[in-house]
């Protein structure tokens, strides 16, 4: 009896170190959210953009949130009656503090136009194609709150934005969508779009057969996806992933690319256990694992062919052209973009756009393959 008690006692002491051990490397960011004043502002939304963290401040202003690691974070501010406040940081060490102040907003008077509600309803549907996607995830979305948003044109352009959340349902992923849109405008003419803002996601609750299916379409989502690809790039492993890239370069107005793969090796620094550092001026991209697999043995390779071909003439895929000279990725495959835009991107990861994307949290259950 007495042994099984001091093996209990010592089970728990056990237990509570590695509690202890825990609580001391857990990463953290907290701080505290302040109106132009100084004065604390409470119930204000802290998140994390591209994860599923998000908190409200305290009645001093405070928040804490813990974060799965080392890595590049973009935090938004959100509270009524104020602008939204951004800041992204790069966290190292075990915690870091960032502060914000909120500047009062300044409201303007939308105005009113005949026959605006006609208008409306069809800006909105170019706005959804555009801004969901175009994939089989994009059909099936909802946004629960189109009412909050607010259309205008500028010549071909239509431009949007919104004072408040959109909510967007995803039954294929199971996400609840909060996206914080910050621009939008398409070019009616020539067919670009470009939007920015924050997103956070909420699971949705689902039967046990439910949440299999959501596995399954996540598992498909991410493969071959442009966070598929980055985390590849950060453990060097893209051949592995089933990625092959080849770089693009310019001759005057057209691009070409060299057929030998890309040496990642020769492209990426590390900068420490937590970030590296890409440098490049074009990439073209094609996720095929069996072929990957093909070029990953030396004795069934063919032989690299060094001359250029013209990209018009490259299998279908997708193509990143870097803005930024370095480019600074962490593991869970998020950019540190510090003021400026990264990259521009073309073809395939273009039409996989909000109703296709997965919190940085996501992690695959097994090696991903083909969609």
């Known amino acids: 009896m007495r042994s099984s008690i001091l093996r209990g006692l010592m089970s728990l002491s056990l237990l509570l170190i590695g509690l202890c051990v825990k609580a001391q490397s857990a990463h953290t960011i907290s701080g505290q959210v302040v109106d132009e004043n100084q004065k604390p502002i409470t119930g204000a939304t802290v998140f994390i953009d591209g994860t599923q963290a998000a908190t409200a401040t305290n009645e001093t202003g405070r928040f804490n949130m813990v974060v799965p690691g080392p890595g590049s974070y973009r935090l938004s501010v959100k509270m009524l009656g104020y602008d939204v406040a951004r800041k992204e940081v790069m966290l190292k060490e075990t915690s870091i503090n960032v502060d914000f102040t909120l500047a009062v907003k300044s409201f303007v008077l939308n105005q009113v136009n005949i026959g605006s509600d006609k208008n409306w309803a069809k800006n909105f549907e170019i706005f959804k194609k555009q801004f969901l996607g175009n994939t089989p995830n994009a059909l099936k979305c909802r946004i629960v709150n189109p009412e909050v948003i607010n259309f205008s044109t500028k010549k071909n352009v239509l431009l949007a934005g919104a004072d408040d959340f959109l909510i967007i349902e995803n039954p294929q992923l199971g996400y609840r969508i909060k996206y914080l849109l910050k621009t ?4 009616t003419l020539n067919t670009i779009t470009s939007y920015d803002g924050d997103v956070v996601f909420e699971e949705l609750p689902g039967a046990p057969r439910q949440k299999t299916e959501w596995a399954k379409n996540r598992q498909l989502a991410y493969a071959g996806s442009m966070m598929h690809f980055l985390r590849s790039v950060f453990t060097n492993t893209t051949l592995q ?53 093909g070029l990953l043995k030396p004795e069934k390779a063919p032989a690299a062919d060094n001359s250029p071909s013209n990209t018009e003439s490259r299998p279908k895929g997708s193509e990143l052209t870097a803005y930024a000279k370095e480019i600074i990725i962490d593991a869970s495959g998020k950019v540190f973009s510090g003021a400026l835009m990264s990259f521009l991107i073309r073809g395939e990861w273009t039409y996989k756009r909000v109703a296709d994307q997965l919190p940085f949290e996501y992690q695959p259950s097994t090696q991903p393959s083909s969609p």
């Open 241 to 293: 992933e089933g990625f092959i890239v080849n770089q693009v370069y310019k001759r005057g107005s057209a691009r070409f690319y060299d057929n030998k793969p890309v040496k990642f090796d020769t492209l990426v620094t590390a900068l420490d256990t937590a970030f590296v550092q890409l440098h490049f001026t074009g990439l073209h991209i094609i996720y095929d694992p069996g072929k990957a697999a």
């Open 184 to 187: 939008f405008q398409h070019n």
